[in-house]
């Protein structure tokens, strides 16, 4: 399964908002943000969070992207 949070990314510059800041606001660890930097998986309470302070939804945030047979994207 493969997951994209380039509309979190977005969101931020929309925001004018730096990662760590996101980080502080939101309460979560720098390994979650390095986690979601390489687009791997976080928990839905990470997202719940998240949403909840940036008052988005969770399609705004987080992409899925189906995976070729071959394992690419």
């Known amino acids: ?5 380039n509309g979190l990314w977005k969101l931020l510059i ?3 908002m730096k ?3 996101m ?3 939101v309460g979560i660890s720098s390994s979650t943000v390095a986690k979601m930097t390489n687009d791997e998986l976080v928990s839905m309470k990470v997202l719940e969070k998240i949403c ?3 008052d ?3 399609g705004d ?3 899925y992207e189906k995976e ?3 394992g690419g994207q």
């Open 19 to 21: 990662k760590v800041d």
């Open 14 to 16: 929309d925001k004018k």
């Open 61 to 63: 945030i987080v992409h």
């Open 56 to 58: 988005c939804d969770f």
């Open 68 to 70: 070729t047979k071959d």
């Open 23 to 25: 980080m502080n606001q």
């Open 1 to 5: 399964m493969a997951v994209s949070y």
């Open 52 to 54: 909840e302070k940036l």
